[in-house]
Structure formats: structure tokens, C-alpha cells
């Protein structure tokens, strides 16, 4: 049997595709975003992320995998962890009593959200990473503190006699600064795409608060909350527009997207909690991917027997 990865990099003994977008027999889907997902013929993945699945591909045929509870599954035994980065959103446990243990994070965030369960990591043989961060450039404010510039930001524009426009990709950072900006007292209108989702999060138990669909107008005092590829809709009249990203912390980043504001709020791991999950799941070997080189070599420094996936040495373990 054999896990394969978006590059093809063969690592276990199960016919698995992992996060593949083009169809496979069987695919394990770490979360619903839109570069993650496929018409698998057979999907594993948490209930959340089945229901947002469904949602965006329509019905499939679904192992659901709630997290912590393992299933036997081609000979290997399989547990999901929560990953932080959006409702359902997990990581992937794959043990064999002889060969070990393998954890495959897919997209992945430490610290706390106000719509996700928080990420477990658990200890593991070969870790393949998502490293988006690896730069040590991105090392992200404490979060309370891209809060408080998201929910000023809102304040200032309210007051300024504008209508505020987050800019907020469509599944989990819009449902994410939707629980913020609600949270704080912000009435909160969605674009027709972000309000169905929210729809399935509701379904899901999560709790969004007060929300309304955006119906061409949005009352006084409130937020639209819009995907980035939407942009502040015509008709909308004076507005800020901020964007909730971790690429805020690029200078260029606001003038490069033309919006008025950035806040560096993110739903992924920054460099130095790429670092500490690495320590954590103390591994024999680490793969990493979606990241930049560089940060393969910080590892090496650090000791690890880390390689971009693909490129490893052929190793026994899976």
C-alpha cells in the first residue's frame, strides 16, 4: 500500500491521495478550501469538512472521521486531528505496528480561533509540513493584538462615516472575522457566497452570531464581509476596505491588492510556530511543502533530517 502526496512523493503502503485536486480512487482531504478538494470517488475527511465538501462539489461518498477516534483502513490504522486552520480542518495520523507512525499536517495553525478547534499535534516518526511561513520574515503579531486592529479598523471606518469592507476568502477567514467582528458588536452582512457557507457552519454547531445575507445594500453602522475576488460591491457608496491576511506583514501588501488596510490576521502557521510544531512532534524525518526552501535548511540546522517533499532519501519507514 502507499500514501501519496500533491507531488506524488510515495510514503506509506495504502492507495491514499492525499489532498490531490484531480480525482483519485480514494483521497483524504485535510479541509474544504477550493486547492485542497476533489471529486474524489472515495473522500476521507472529518464530518465538517464532508458537509463543506458537499456543499461546493455536491454529495460524494464519504468516510467520515471525527477527530481522535482511529479507524482501520487498508491495513493501517488512521486518526484525525484538529489543524486550527477552519471548521473541520485536520490533520492525519497513519500508523503500522512495523513501520511507525507518519503525520501529514496539511494547512495548520497553533494558536486559537474563534470558529475552528484549536491543533493538536500529535508525537510522530516522518512529518510532512505545510510551511506557507517559512520565512522568518512572517512572524505573526499575538493574536489579540490583529484582533484589535481588525475591530478598529471597522470602528474607525463606521466613524468616519464609511461602511467597512473585509475583504476574506470565502470558507474560514470570512467565518472567522464574521465571529470577531460579531463578537464585538458589529452588525455583520455577507456576500451571498460567504453567507452560504456560513449557512453550513451553522448547520455544523458553530455559531457565527448575528448575520445577514448582503442584498445590494448594507444597513448603517454594519460590516460587509466579502470574498477578495469580489472587492467592494458598486453601489455600496464611501467604504474602507481591509483585508484580514498574514501577508499583511509585507509592505507591499495593501498597495499591491489596492485595499486601505491590512490586518495580519491569519489562519496558518507562521514561522516560528512552524518551528515549535516540528520540536513537537519530534520526528525522525520531515518533508516539507508549500513553503520556501530556506526553510528546510533552518531545520537541518536544527538538527532534523528534513528534505522538500519529494526529494528525501528512500527511507524504510512507510
Known amino acids: 500500500m502507499m500514501f501519496y502526496f500533491e507531488d506524488g512523493l510515495m510514503l506509506t503502503r495504502a492507495q491514499l491521495a492525499v489532498d490531490m485536486r484531480r480525482r483519485q480512487p480514494r483521497g483524504f482531504i485535510s479541509h474544504a ?11 476521507l475527511c472529518t464530518p465538517e469538512t464532508a458537509a463543506l465538501v458537499a456543499h461546493r462539489l455536491g454529495r460524494r461518498r464519504f468516510l467520515e472521521m471525527p477527530y481522535r477516534e482511529t479507524v482501520e483502513w487498508g491495513g493501517l490504522r488512521l486518526t484525525t486531528y484538529p489543524a486550527g486552520h477552519c471548521l473541520g480542518s485536520a490533520m492525519l495520523l497513519a500508523e503500522d505496528e512495523q513501520l511507525g507512525r507518519l503525520l501529514y499536517t496539511g494547512d495548520f495553525k497553533l494558536g486559537p480561533s474563534a470558529t475552528a478547534e484549536q491543533a493538536e499535534l500529535p ?13 522568518p520574515h512572517y512572524r505573526l503579531p499575538p493574536r489579540e493584538e490583529a484582533v484589535a486592529q481588525l475591530i478598529a479598523a471597522a470602528a474607525e471606518a463606521i466613524e468616519a462615516k464609511t461602511t467597512p469592507v473585509v475583504l476574506a476568502y470565502t470558507l474560514g477567514k470570512a467565518q472567522e472575522v464574521t465571529k470577531l467582528l460579531t463578537t464585538a458588536g458589529f452588525p455583520v452582512v455577507q456576500h451571498r457566497d460567504v453567507y452560504a457557507v456560513s449557512m453550513v457552519y451553522r448547520q455544523c454547531g458553530v455559531d457565527l452570531g448575528p448575520i445577514e445575507r448582503f442584498e445590494g445594500t448594507a444597513p448603517r453602522g454594519a460590516v460587509l464581509v466579502v470574498p477578495p475576488r469580489v472587492g467592494a460591491p458598486p453601489g455600496i457608496g464611501r467604504c474602507t476596505t481591509i483585508m484580514a491576511t498574514g501577508w499583511a506583514l509585507a509592505p507591499w501588501m495593501a498597495r499591491q491588492r489596492g485595499v486601505d488596510r491590512a490586518v495580519p490576521l491569519s489562519d496558518h502557521a507562521d514561522y516560528d510556530e512552524l518551528i515549535d510544531a516540528v520540536r513537537r512532534v519530534e520526528p525522525r524525518q520531515v518533508h516539507c511543502t508549500h513553503g520556501p526552501p530556506e526553510f528546510v535548511e533552518r531545520l537541518r540546522d536544527e538538527g532534523f533530517d528534513a528534505y522538500p517533499l519529494g526529494r528525501a532519501r528512500q527511507t524504510r519507514m512507510f
Open 33 to 43: 478550501h477550493s486547492d485542497h478538494i476533489a471529486r474524489h470517488e472515495y473522500t
Open 123 to 135: 508525537r510522530a516518526d516522518i512529518l510532512v509540513i505545510e510551511s506557507t511561513y517559512g520565512d
